[in-house]
């Protein structure tokens, strides 16, 4: 073996989407281990692939270890999977779609945990991320010890936006395959299509790759060249598959025979085999990729074609711009079907030109080519390991207690199967058995509603059937909704019949919210239509609702709608509308020493300062913001011990502004208030501390309370309905089961964002 070829390292762990998962992430992740592993005879390869669906891949034996994308837990095992298995350096492939958790944040769960070099390869790097991708992205650029980028734009992305040491970036293109320079004749008989000029996009199929452009193109193409044939090559992405079908491949061979060139167009619908691809390329006269976003920082199929010596015709996204620049392509405006077809005719036509173009593509695809790129890796690989033995990372096999996050219970739904029937889910129950005689709440089924979503969004939705358990709580919301006077009936007794017209207005302001969830968070097209429905049906009468707490649970539901409907103006003026009552509502009642909304704490107290957080941040307005953060410091400072646990405003009384605050009974919602309030409050202002308050409210459950039991029932999977003076409340009812689930749910999501000390 040569000398060039030799490396200290004894063994990498390549960690991304990995072959025969259909997608670009997981061709690049398999050909760069694959490449690495043949330049290298020395050196031990294997990968960690992320699975989409829950039976996997036929993966081959490269793979040793697979994570389901959404199960935080596999993280942390893939993590002790590989410390305990020699890996020297760990390459991983970053893109925020792959992994689970809020902006894929699942991955820092199994990054935080290694203890070797991390060098991590950025598909994606966005120039103006929400805050949550950029924390996500900031977590990751510093357990990483190099970051790998493939264009001198994401270079300067993540020096500029991301303030990251030019000396920690290492520029290495997309790898591709080593191909001749061969004239596309010498490939078309392959396909058929011998005597005509061949025009190609390839990749796989989504709504975003602008492929109608270039049938719209065809017309004037074919005045000049009739024998010219588009060549659409590529299965429908799975993700958009399942999702849509093949709506947007059917739209485009309708739009082809509409305008005629229904002949001139060939839908290769399969995901191909390397060799395959590439006599696909080869018979190519031109290569287009007419795709619709600016903002894409590298693709690979434009890089196999300009290493194959093509000529290209393309859309000026990022990677484009940077690739086709000094005549090695051409650049054609987004969504431009007439320049297209102009650019097409020019480079047919020029056929001197064309060749020279091809040229200049193919001589800097020799940069390119895998060998190359593998031993570029290589040297990122032995210069992280060098960087880590210069500054050590302080990473112990085994954490103190005080170093590490506590340990969350296993989520456990069998209680709330329990309570849950055809209709819903039932109010109460005596110990941990139904209680018919109060019935169903609406209250109760859009808490249970929301706690679904939370499911959904933490992965564990298709384990536990939450679909099924979702459909059922918004099957009871739609139930419970009363289109007369556009507001939420509350309680139906046993028998099903009504009790009330109208419900109360923290049942109308619960329902929003969890109707929010829904429109913010689900997947499911069908529960986001049902209800969308429902959200716009219900929305205008949340602002004649009289009590404070219903516009802040309404406030939340509202921030969750525009977290994907953000354009939509009504509901717009009804959260400014909501939180101006709010801030007024504070301005009228706080003074320093009592910086509270109303001259006595009750229930659901931090669900106001988090609904001023919320609106804050989406308004940009400080006030909201400085008034929700002074006033849950003040609401934490009033609910904690002497000794520092977390003891809630009793029930049995409230606290009144100027008396004694009552200390029992203690109720569970208030620990799941505060959960909630402190872990936003967190996210605004990256205040560990914040995450602390967050913790000790739900250790509460966990038996740090006053009284030291717990009120969580791992038995059951249900929460006691309360702390007395004496004794826990041993009745697990709705709303306790479902403020702990909530709580724990939140916290299992946030903890694969955070590792605080």
């Known amino acids: 073996m040569d000398e060039a ?56 034996e490269r793979v040793r270890f697979e994570i389901p994308e959404k199960d935080l837990s596999a993280y942390r095992l893939a993590a002790d999977f590989l410390n305990t298995n ?17 902006a894929g944040s699942h991955v820092l769960s199994l990054l935080c945990d290694l203890r070797m070099p991390i060098v991590t390869t950025l598909h994606t790097i966005l120039p103006e991320p929400e805050p949550k991708y950029r924390k996500v992205m900031e977590e990751l650029i510093d357990v990483s ?41 010498f490939y078309k008989d392959h396909f058929g299509v011998e005597g005509k000029q061949v025009l190609l996009t390839f990749g796989l199929l989504s709504p975003n790759k602008g492929i109608e452009n270039v049938i719209q193109a065809l017309p004037k193409i074919l005045e000049r060249y009739p024998n010219v044939v588009y060549l659409v090559l590529g299965a429908t992405h799975p993700h958009v598959l399942r999702h849509d079908g093949e709506t947007y491949r059917l739209m485009l061979e309708r739009l082809a025979r509409e305008i005629g060139v229904a002949d001139n167009v060939i839908f290769y619908n399969r995901f191909v085999s390397l060799p395959e691809l590439l006599e696909v390329i080869g018979e190519a006269d031109i290569y287009i990729t007419p795709y619709l976003n600016p903002a894409q920082i590298v693709s690979g199929a434009l890089a196999y074609s300009v290493g194959a010596g093509k000529a290209v015709i393309s859309t000026p996204y990022w990677h484009a711009e940077e690739i086709l620049a000094d005549g090695r392509g051409l650049l054609v405006p987004f969504g431009d079907p007439s320049s297209i077809a102009c650019r097409v005719v020019e480079t047919l036509d020029n056929e001197v030109e064309r060749h020279a173009m091809r040229k200049r593509a193919y001589m800097l695809g020799r940069e390119m080519i895998w060998p190359r790129v593998a031993g570029r890796y290589m040297e990122s690989f032995e210069r992280a390991r060098v960087d880590r033995a210069r500054s050590p990372r302080s990473v112990v096999a085994v954490k103190s207690l005080n170093k ?70 918004l099957a009871f919301l739609w139930h419970a909704f009363n289109p007369d006077n556009g507001r939420f009936r509350n309680f139906l007794p046993y028998d099903r019949r009504w009790l009330e017209e109208k419900g109360s207005d923290d049942s109308h302001g619960r329902a929003l919210w969890a109707l929010g969830m829904v429109l913010g968070r689900s997947s499911d097209d069908s529960l986001r239509g049902m209800a969308g429905r429902l959200f716009s049906q219900a929305l205008p009468a949340a602002l004649e609702l009289l009590s404070p707490r219903a516009w802040a649970f309404a406030l939340i539901g509202i921030y969750e709608y525009l977290e994907r409907y953000l354009g939509d103006r009504a ?36 669900r106001l300062p988090q609904a001023l957080l919320l609106c804050g941040g989406r ?25 520092g646990h977390f003891v809630p405003i009793g029930s049995n009384g409230w606290y009144e502004r100027g008396g004694e605050r009552t200390r029992f009974d203690q109720q569970p919602l208030e620990a799941t208030a505060t959960v909630s309030a402190c872990l936003e409050a967190y996210a605004v202002t990256d205040d560990k501390g914040w995450y602390r308050e967050a913790s000790t409210a739900f250790e509460w459950f966990l038996g740090r309370n006053d009284l030291g039991l717990p009120l969580y029932d791992p038995a059951s999977g249900g929460c006691r309905d309360g702390l007395h003076p ?32």
């Open 5 to 60: 070829n030799s490396t200290s390292l004894k063994r990498v762990a390549f960690i991304g989407n990995y072959l025969p998962r259909q997608c670009g992430i997981a061709t690049f992740t398999t050909d760069l281990c694959e490449a690495v592993a043949a330049e290298y005879d020395d050196l031990s390869c294997l990968a960690v692939a992320i699975n989409d669906i829950p039976e996997g891949y036929p993966y081959p």
């Open 86 to 102: 020699f890996v020297d350096v760990v390459s991983l492939q970053h893109e925020y779609g792959i992994f689970g958790g809020p």
């Open 145 to 185: 010890d190099r970051l790998v980028v493939m264009t001198e734009r994401s270079v300067e992305f993540l020096h500029s936006i991301y303030k990251v040491p030019r000396e920690k970036i290492d520029l290495i293109p997309h790898g591709i395959p080593d191909v001749s320079f061969v004239d596309a004749n």
């Open 404 to 473: 590490r996050p506590g340990e969350l219970p296993i989520l456990k739904l069998d209680h709330l199967r329990h309570l849950t029937d055809d209709t819903g889910i039932i109010q109460h129950a005596v110990y941990t058995v139904p209680d018919y005689d109060h019935g169903y709440a609406t209250d109760d089924n859009a808490r249970a509603l929301a706690a679904t979503v939370l499911l959904e969004e933490s992965g564990l939705g298709e384990r536990v059937d939450g679909r099924g358990l979702s459909s059922r709580y």
């Open 571 to 606: 509901v717009q003026s009804a959260q400014e509308e909501l939180s101006g009552k709010l801030l007024d509502l504070y301005r009228e009642n706080s003074s320093e020493e009592w910086p509270w909304f109303e001259h006595r704490l009750t229930y659901s107290n931090a």
């Open 619 to 643: 308004m940009n307005c400080s006030e909201m913001m400085d008034v929700g953060l002074k006033s849950l410091k003040w609401l934490c400072e009033v609910q904690r011990a002497e000794n």
């Open 726 to 757: 004496d004794r826990a409340n041993q009745n697990q009812g709705a709303e306790s089961t479902l403020a702990f689930l909530t709580a724990l749910l939140e916290m299992r999501l946030i903890d694969g964002v955070i590792h605080p000390v």
